[in-house]
């Protein structure tokens, strides 16, 4: 220990203070034998090792490495594995805190220095490493090594007696990526930022189309090359036709990721015949052609959302999945603002620009999930082959019956059913109901959508703080009420004024329908049938879209021709509420679960976290 104290204290070495200073206070671990609790208390995270070479000191030629911290978080470790180390520290009486004085070298600071001279000291000690790592020290070669911690097959399993020093290196990239990082590391069981942020960006990605291809354009698109009666009824007939097709569909396609693995798979097919579909609409002018095309597209979104969805437990942590999920509602709604931006900077309007542009947008904005998610290798994965295709429909008949045996699920997807009419309905009708029934001008129906999905974005980062705060269900009641306001108030006086309050409470309310109820149906799904129970989840949202708006398009349809007018889109508004109130009633009887009742054993297998005794950050990099 002295010959190890004298070379970091050496005049030579502008290491010296540095080094002594932070492993005064930092929790360090000197020796491999060291098996105490403390070595681990404040091993929450690994670090980039650092070698340290003196050239003109023959006595530390023989090079030692040092685990050194980036950050200047208190809780955060040092961890130092040293050949003149010759005991294990330990912990002082005097010593405060889970990480301060855990253990200490002979670096001349008394054990109980841990006030506002220490906290200056660290971090004036940090500061003068992150000179020597930009710059490097004089007569001092300095490497920085940063060794990837091995995970999945072959890791050895969690042994209590082995101390921090003896694990792998881990970068804890959150902590490199400052606040923001470390916040967004901490949502997710790897402790790696980037899963929930390009998680989050397929939100992005996936809004654009719903914003650019079927809010806005599709349906002004239809109107003027059918007219307003039959154009309107035509791209909801296209679009329920492709929503039934998926919901027929949708079992097999659940049953196939759970028996096969890699759900990012089916998203990847998925998501390129939207992309390819939508691109297709901007190459026609002939209507019929278009609607084919853009049927093609909508079936492809919809099936995507089954594996997207099902993906959350993968990149969440149970406790933070209501953060995680608004989150990706509302970088998902600034999709929509940059789409909606470009359309008017364009003045695109409902041409082909705008299919291709939301192509093009959906297609870059996507990669990112796919390049940094990465599931855990199923054990037990087996080919799907044609013949399993009549085992998935016996299997869905399965499903049925083990969804009885889990308390409220079938009640809360038959209001499903019910509440999504509405929401998947108005998202479709909203840009022609602004300039046929408000009377608005394109450009103007896409700044009136460029608002209220402002007030949309704004709002999802509540909800998902909601969720966690009082539970999914209650929070998806407290949303619906939003919703049946903002219909009461569009529906009764067709004004500029009443559109854009009403559409503020149903822009409110858009992100928090999302947000919440496909955290409620986690809570409510076994994990080892998540795949099955999200194809039902899929199942009553499908049919949802395709009842409602062909309810709606039958109803504007025929009262145009009866000649109401305007009022036909009032009825229309109307029939939403009735719909929505339906599916209130079947959500207030389901019980709500409490967060961990599956919520372990789901982390468990999906996610492989580390044992209780190391902090969440020194969870292990997916396998690649």
Not at 409 to 425: A, E, H, I, K
Not at 593 to 609: F, M, T
């Amino acid at each position: 220990m002295r010959s190890a104290s004298r070379s970091l204290r050496s005049p030579r070495s502008p290491m010296s203070i540095c080094l002594a200073t932070r492993l005064g206070v930092g929790a360090a671990t000197t020796s491999r034998g060291a098996r105490s609790p403390s070595d681990f208390s404040g091993s929450g995270v690994s670090v980039p090792s650092i070698r340290i070479v003196d050239p003109s000191d023959a006595s530390t030629s023989a090079s030692h490495s040092v685990s050194w911290p980036l950050t200047t978080s208190p809780s955060r470790s040092v961890s130092v594995a040293s050949p003149f180390a010759t005991r294990a520290s330990t912990r002082g009486p005097f010593h405060s805190g889970s990480t301060m004085g855990s253990g200490t070298l002979d670096a001349r600071l008394p054990p109980n220095s841990c006030g506002r001279q220490v906290f200056a000291a660290v971090r004036a000690s940090v500061a003068s490493m992150r000179r020597i790592l930009r710059r490097g020290p004089r007569g001092f070669g300095v490497t920085v090594s940063l060794r990837r911690r091995l995970s999945g097959v072959g890791r050895p399993a969690y042994d209590p007696t082995v101390t921090a020093t003896d694990l792998p290196v881990q970068v804890d990239r959150g902590a490199i990526g400052g606040r923001i990082g470390r916040a967004l590391g901490s949502l997710t069981p790897t402790g790696r930022a980037s899963i929930p942020l390009s998680w989050a960006f397929y939100d992005f990605a996936n809004t654009i189309y719903s914003y650019a291809v079927v809010s806005y354009a599709i349906g002004l698109w239809a109107v003027d090359r059918l007219g307003p009666s039959d154009g309107q009824f035509w791209v909801l007939f296209a679009g329920a036709a492709s929503v039934l097709l998926n919901a027929v569909v949708s079992p097999v396609l659940g049953a196939m990721s759970d028996r096969t693995g890699g759900r990012t798979r089916y998203l990847l097919f998925f998501t390129a015949t939207t992309v390819v579909g939508s691109a297709l609409i901007g190459l026609t002018d002939i209507a019929a052609l278009g609607l084919v095309f853009f049927a093609i597209a909508n079936f492809g979104y919809q099936a995507a959302l089954i594996y997207y969805d099902a993906t959350l437990p993968v990149v969440a942590r149970p406790e933070a999945r209501g953060r995680v999920s608004g989150m990706g509602v509302a970088i998902g709604y600034l999709g929509t603002i940059v789409i909606a931006l470009l359309i008017l900077v364009l003045d695109s309007k409902a041409s082909s620009m705008t299919f291709f542009l939301a192509a093009g947008l959906f297609a870059l904005f996507s990669v990112p999930l796919f390049l940094v998610v990465r599931e855990p290798p199923k054990a037990d994965a087996q080919p799907f082959r044609l013949r399993d295709v009549a085992g998935s429909w016996q299997q869905l008949r399965r499903t049925l019956d083990d969804a009885r045996k889990v308390p409220g699920l079938l009640r809360f997807l038959v209001g499903r059913f019910f509440y999504t009419d509405p929401v998947n309905t108005v998202i479709v009708v909203m840009s022609v109901f602004a300039v046929q029934a408000i009377g608005v001008s394109q450009s103007q129906a896409n700044i009136v959508l460029l608002i209220l999905t402002v007030v949309a974005v704004a709002a999802s980062f509540g909800w998902g703080q909601l969720v966690e705060r009082i539970g999914p269900k209650r929070t998806l009641l407290i949303v619906l009420g939003t919703w049946c306001v903002g219909l009461v108030i569009a529906g009764s006086v067709l004004s500029l004024p009443t559109f854009l309050l009403g559409g503020a409470f149903l822009g409110a309310g858009l992100g928090g329908v999302w947000t919440s109820d496909r955290v409620f149906m986690l809570r409510l799904s076994p994990p080892d049938q998540v795949g099955e129970f999200f194809g039902l989840y899929g199942i009553a949202g499908k049919f949802s879209a395709v009842t409602g708006p062909l309810l709606y398009g039958s109803i504007v349809s025929t009262l145009l021709n009866a000649g109401w007018g305007s009022g036909a889109y009032q009825v229309g508004i109307f029939s939403f509420l009735i719909l929505l109130l339906i599916g209130v009633f079947f959500l207030r009887g389901v019980p709500e679960p409490p967060a961990d009742q599956w919520s372990a054993q789901a982390e468990a297998e999906l996610a492989g976290p580390p044992p209780e005794r190391l902090a969440p950050m020194s969870a292990p990099i997916e396998p690649r």
